[in-house]
């Protein structure tokens, strides 16, 4: 996705937080590109939404717009519900994202002394590049 905008907006109704987003330009589509990779042809369908509609053209493509906004509402309320409570300022100073010292601090990773590469095993989608001699970088 490239450069989208959206916008969230919340009130108080008689008393009750109402909270909407809107997202003018979000494009998406259910034919064609990368919807033929195995996927995100998966999850259209786990969506019900796969290809085009049977007797109202356009009509998937708006309803994945309406899930993907959904996700962007439910992160939105997330967000600035750790944010009231203060939870996400209390999340990166316990995970060490300041100079005050942490209660849980991360260690750091191990790194080979020899600077090595460490070896790809198990049978994992990486085993068939390393086997072949192909191992990523770590």
């Given at each position: 996705?490239?450069?989208?905008k959206f ?6 109704v008689?008393?009750n937080?109402?909270?909407?987003v ?12 990368g ?11 786990l969506?019900?939404v796969?290809g ?42 316990a995970?060490?994202?300041?100079n ?33 001699g192909?191992?990523?970088?770590r």
């Open positions: 996705m490239d450069d989208i916008t969230t907006n919340m009130s108080s008689n008393g937080l109402q909270i909407s809107s997202m003018p330009s979000i494009e998406v589509g259910t034919i064609g590109g919807t033929i990779l195995e996927p995100q042809s998966a999850m259209l369908d969506l019900g796969r085009a509609h049977p007797t109202s053209p356009g009509d998937n493509a708006r309803q994945l717009a309406r899930v993907i906004a959904a996700g962007v509402l439910a992160g939105e309320l997330s967000l600035n519900s750790a944010l009231c409570a203060g939870h996400l300022v209390k999340a990166h100073m995970h060490n994202r300041s005050v010292p942490s209660r849980a601090p991360t260690p750091a990773p191990a790194t080979p002394v020899t600077g090595a590469q460490t070896p790809v095993t198990g049978g994992g989608p990486l085993s068939a590049l390393s086997s072949a192909i191992a990523p970088r």
